[in-house]
């Protein structure tokens, strides 16, 4: 009876890649079992939700309450097939895929135990329940048109208030910079230890928190269906969220001049623009899909971005590429040499590479994928 | 030396009645205030299974609904619980051991442990080789000097996290480290050997600290102005603290304001439906943080501390005048969102 021993293993299975669970949280359900927490359906569902599901920004409540949903629809079943022969308020947590076995005498470790008023699950009840994505074809052929909208909502955009909110505190985050003025009481300690006498003190540079953000427009008609996408970030920086930061415009790549967000007659000569930037303080995102969208690969198009970029990194602490295209789109466009210019730093819009690329952790994944997938077309 | 058994202490957390404070409020030795809690059946559940696990229990949620208050909550409940009665050794009231743990952007995981001034160290031995320093101290100075220098251990100083897991006395310490996302980013993973294995090494002494046998229950609370690192939450048990529903906000101002509450009902039901208005108003503001709970107490407590019910009612009725502004900063704390919402209560 190996599944007596370890409940609702298959459940952790199948949570364990999508949540990233360890064997410790395993233990942790096993030992809530054990100290009778769990009785029910709903204890152990709010159970598994306590002990494994983390608010990590890939959403995973909703991935939890999928997979739970799914794993207690098939228990349900089984313990409706099994009602006729067995004892009704017991219900085990076999493979779903086994026969159910004939056997009546409770095992120790058994669970969930459903109580028997909830054998034949109310209807109703189950309704209430809120499940994120049913996994079935559920919805009407004759479901109204008149539902149908095509108006964005931030709730379905990649990029979301709450997540811009975060890349931009982490960008905030206080850095050592500029001239060495601050003693280093740690440091001059240690080298006191070290060399045992009296030495120079250390010095190190004082933490500052003064970063200003650069936003990067394409302009281009490609990048147009995408621009609802960016509202998040637009919208933080006109209402002063993000402060102090500037936007500006240009048509697929910067050329000599960039143009004014609020005035896009206005141009701004690239050297003049280049001038104002401040090494230590500067951090730029740049909003375009880099030849993604239209799937062309144009050598002009990247050696201009490339010339732009190479200009622009010494200048500033940061460039960060927000592309709006899936890293699947990338290759065989411009996008990929792109891409291989910024070493890492051109991100699709999920949370997790943009509040890593913030934090100044660069993932290396996509690019290396990107690679891949060149080598191998 | 006598070989007594450990006293058995009941750590299950319930939130009864009996356990409580009175509504006035009650003070630890330490000058902290402790006021009724009420605990919700969900979170009660998650704080028992975290201290039966041993695991530490992190709990985010809207700012102002009472996640710090917990801690101190369930100290609290085992003072009453397991210490009724019991007096130290001077004669003061005992208090469970409750440690709390501010943390600032400035903080790093070590100063929750300890800190060790080796400046003083330095200073007491560039003292010690002074020449005619006889002249400047007592020898009683001086000696204390010398006693000091010889042990490493006088300079340290254990801090709120170190200390419950150098419990003094054969009990399970309670431990808040308190907005812990305020710290730098890399903060959290600081702690995971302290987390996980509930111990810490002091280089300085050269000594180090074993896990306690009673492990401390650790209450960790954030704010979520940062995501925190994967590591840190899979060492966690995780808890969304979500803002009480009307009825369970009414048995909180019920236990809070006791007779008080009940004796004006009128202000109360009024206060609620102006509170669920401007809570309804702020989550359609983009940018705007509704009020939380702690903010609806201060607000209800300034009404019912009006002379008369019709005092109060009247200031409820002003309060989009400029006269009555003091009273909606309890409530809506910025000035384009306390301007957004004088103009929707003028258009309604």
């Known amino acids: ?377 | 030396m006598s070989t007594s058994t450990p006293p058995t202490y009941d750590y299950a957390y319930t939130g009864d009645a009996p356990y409580q404070p009175p509504v006035k409020g009650d003070q630890d030795p330490q000058g902290r205030w402790y006021y009724p809690y009420l605990p919700g059946d969900e979170l009660k559940e998650a704080v028992n299974v975290a201290i039966a696990l041993e695991r530490p229990l992190l709990l985010e949620g809207e700012p102002g609904c009472g996640k710090t208050r917990l801690a101190g909550a369930i100290a609290y409940e085992y003072t009453q619980k397991n210490l009724q009665g019991q007096q130290d050794a001077k004669g003061n009231h005992l208090w469970w051991d409750y440690y709390i743990w501010n943390v600032k952007s400035t903080t790093q995981a070590q100063d929750g442990l300890y800190t060790y001034d080796a400046i003083a160290r330095l200073r007491d031995a560039q003292l010690v080789g002074a020449e005619r320093l006889q002249e400047y101290l007592q020898p009683q100075e001086f000696t204390q000097l010398a006693e000091r220098l010889r042990n490493r251990r006088k300079y340290l100083t254990l801090g709120a996290f170190g200390k419950a897991l150098i419990p003094k006395e054969q009990r399970r310490a309670i431990v808040l480290i308190d907005e812990i996302d305020k710290a730098d980013s890399d903060f959290p993973n600081d702690l995971l050997l302290e987390l996980e294995e509930q111990r810490f090494e002091i280089p300085e002494v050269g000594v180090p600290v074993s896990p306690p046998k009673q492990k401390p229950i650790v209450i960790i609370t954030s704010n979520r102005e940062k995501p925190l690192p994967e590591p840190f939450l899979r060492r966690c048990l995780y808890f969304f603290v979500e803002f009480p529903q009307e009825d369970r906000l009414r048995e909180i101002l019920d236990r809070r304001f006791g007779q008080q509450a009940q004796l004006r009902s009128a202000i109360v039901d009024a206060a609620i439906e102006f509170f669920y208005q401007v809570r309804e108003f702020l989550e359609r503001q983009p940018g705007s943080r509704p009020p939380g709970t702690s903010e609806f107490l201060e607000f209800l407590q300034v009404l019912l501390q009006q002379p008369t019910p019709d005092d109060a009612l009247k200031k409820l009725a002003a309060i989009a005048t400029p006269k009555e502004r003091a009273l909606l900063g309890t409530l809506i704390k910025t000035h384009p969102d306390q301007k957004a919402f004088c103009a929707f209560k003028g258009q309604s």
Not at chain 1, 339 to 355: H, I, N, R, T
């Open chain 1, 1 to 377: 009876m190996a599944e007596s021993l370890f409940p609702c293993l298959d459940l952790f299975q199948s949570l364990r890649p999508k949540l990233g669970l360890s064997l410790d949280q395993y233990d942790w359900l096993q030992q809530a079992i054990s100290r009778g927490y769990v009785q029910s359906w709903d204890d152990l569902e709010r159970m598994c939700r306590l002990l494994w599901v983390k608010p990590n920004p890939s959403d995973a409540t909703a991935t939890f309450n999928r997979i739970f949903k799914q794993y207690r629809d098939r228990h349900r079943q089984s313990a409706t097939t099994t009602d006729a022969q067995t004892d009704p308020t017991l219900l085990t947590v076999n493979s779903p895929t086994s026969e159910p076995e004939p056997t009546t005498e409770p095992v120790l470790g058994v669970l969930p135990e459903v109580p028997p008023g909830r054998i034949h699950p109310n209807p109703d009840r189950d309704r209430l329940i809120p499940t994120a994505i049913q996994g079935t074809a559920t919805s009407s052929p004759t479901q109204p048109l008149t539902t149908f909208s095509l108006t964005p909502s931030f709730r379905y955009l990649p990029l979301h208030p709450e997540t811009v909110q975060t890349v931009w505190r982490s960008l905030r985050r206080r850095v050592r910079t500029g001239a060495s003025l601050e003693p280093d009481l740690r440091a001059t300690l240690a080298r006191i230890q070290r060399q045992g006498a009296w030495g120079d003190i250390v010095l190190r540079p004082k933490l500052t928190r003064q970063t200003e953000l650069v936003l990067l427009v394409d302009d281009s008609n490609a990048m147009l269906p995408f621009r609802p996408a960016l509202s998040p970030l637009l919208q933080a920086i006109e209402t002063e969220q993000i402060k102090p930061a500037k936007i500006y415009r240009f048509i697929n790549y910067p050329g000599d001049y960039l143009y004014q967000w609020q005035h896009p007659t206005q141009a701004i000569p690239l050297t003049q623009w280049l001038s104002r930037l401040h090494q230590n303080r500067t951090v730029v995102f740049i909003w375009s899909d880099g030849g993604a969208a239209t799937g062309r690969r144009d050598p002009g198009r990247s050696q201009a971005i490339a010339a732009f970029l190479r200009q622009l990194t010494p200048m500033v602490r940061q460039v960060l590429w927000l592309n709006p295209l899936p890293p699947d789109r990338w290759p065989h466009t411009s996008a990929i040499a792109i891409a291989a210019e910024l070493k890492g730093a051109m991100l699709p819009l999920d949370a997790v590479s943009l509040q890593q690329a913030a934090r100044g952790k660069l993932i290396q994944t996509p690019l290396q994928w990107l690679a891949t997938a060149e080598g191998t077309r």
